[in-house]
């Protein structure tokens, strides 16, 4: 078996030097000069915070600069915020003023200056506004959700708030003046039934709106305040779905539920979306979360059968299935979010610890790599998260 011998830009030249990120790529493309060899990259599991959630964690959020992370649960206090020291998470003192139910879902505004937080008990969604480590929530808006909420959503811009919930008119959108929270018009066409989830694309055109009645999802387009339904896409989802997130250029949606094939993904073209052929190997149970990854590489899918989380990794139109993480999430995960830089992966779920944290290391170790099926290879100017390309590559025998 040949030895590969790669050495970065600056590098001695004597045994193997990666230098570059960890990106899992295909196997068996040809080596050739100028292109970067990666090391693995792999989700590992860090250690669990001091304090945990007291109960099953049904969703969380980090916040923008990766230094918070809320997680909500069913138990008082029903919600947990950390903030991240390095690799460490630490407990934050409660809000002084708690949500007033069951932690169904929560999400950071862009800036981290908002913390929303929906539940099962009236007012059905908090807000909370930021300053430093202490999180203070703010008035009600005056028209409240008209019953348990499930999933809540800021536009990128902050500007506004979705939130699904289980009564009609199943989603309320809010639009942010300051630290007033006021309801808009309902959208001329509702969901049929319990709204689970909501996403805004990464432009804050789109809105889509997920729904355990057909048609399963629904996409409108915002034009100022006012949020009208596209069509339908042309091939629904095939059952009642929990979760969905855009990817961060917007151009596609995944959207997961609990019937096989556990997730649909769209690719967007204008208003659009057009539904891609199924991943090779699917998820194997009911799936209740989903999240790309910051760079749009990934895709990860939390579901309620072992290993509990399927991660892709997407080339072009395509997604293929990645090695399960060493150490999988406990049983029946509820969500998962990426941090936005890409360096946490974070699991709601249902078991003990009720969160679990995964780091996306990228190790630049001096660790040989053997044959062809550890050859892994970028393009030539490097990618998003470096510009480091190697100068020499040779196989030796």
Do not use: W
């Not at 600069?65 to 934050?92: C, H, W």
């Not at 007033?100 to 059905?124: I, K, M, W």
């Not at 989603?171 to 300051?178: A, M, Q, S």
């Not at 090695?323 to 078991?351: H, I, K, M, W």
Request: hydrophobic share 35%; charged share 15%.
């Amino acid at each position: 078996m040949a030895t590969c011998i790669v050495q970065g830009t600056g590098g001695s030249g004597k045994g193997l030097v990666i230098d570059a990120p960890v990106v899992n790529i295909e196997t068996g493309f040809p080596v050739k000069k100028g292109q970067i060899l990666y090391k693995r990259q792999e989700l590992v599991k860090l250690t669990d915070p001091a304090t945990l959630p007291q109960s099953a964690g049904y969703d969380c959020s980090f916040s923008s600069d990766g230094n918070y992370l809320a997680v909500v649960y069913g138990t008082s206090p029903f919600i947990i915020i950390y903030k991240r020291n390095g690799d460490v998470f630490e407990k934050l003192a409660n809000p002084a003023t708690l949500p007033t139910g069951f932690g169904r879902g929560c999400f950071f505004s862009q800036d981290g200056n908002y913390l929303a937080v929906a539940h099962e008990v009236s007012p059905f969604v908090t807000i909370y506004k930021r300053n430093g480590d202490t999180f203070t929530k703010l008035a009600n808006p005056a028209a409240i959700p008209a019953g348990i909420s499930n999933k809540c959503s800021f536009s990128p811009d902050g500007n506004y708030l979705a939130v699904a919930h289980n009564t009609s008119p199943f989603v309320t959108i809010y639009k942010r003046n300051g630290d007033a929270f006021t309801k808009l018009a309902n959208p001329g066409a509702l969901p049929q039934n319990s709204g689970y989830d909501c996403s805004f694309s990464p432009d804050g055109n789109y809105l889509a709106v997920i729904s355990n009645t057909s048609p399963f999802v629904l996409i409108y387009k915002r034009d100022g305040d006012a949020f009208t339904k596209l069509a339908n896409p042309e091939a629904l989802p095939v059952g009642s779905s929990n979760g969905c997130s855009f990817s961060p250029d917007g151009n596609y949606l995944a959207v997961v539920h609990n019937l096989s094939p556990f997730v649909t993904i769209y690719k967007r073209n204008g208003d659009v979306l057009e539904k891609l052929a199924n991943p090779e190997v699917l998820p194997v149970g009911i799936s209740n979360g989903c999240s790309f990854s910051p760079d749009g590489n990934y895709l990860a899918v939390v579901h309620n059968t072992s290993p509990f989380v399927t991660i892709y990794k997407r080339n072009g139109d395509t997604f293929k299935k990645l090695a399960n993480p060493a150490t999988p999430p406990t049983e029946n995960c509820r969500r998962c979010l990426f941090s936005q830089d890409g360096n946490y992966f974070g699991v709601a779920t249902s078991v003990s610890p009720f969160i679990m944290i995964y780091g996306n290391l990228t190790l630049f170790n001096f660790v040989p790599v053997f044959g062809a099926d550890d050859v892994h290879i970028a393009l030539e100017s490097g990618n998003g998260n470096s510009p480091i390309k190697a100068n020499y590559i040779k196989l030796a025998e």
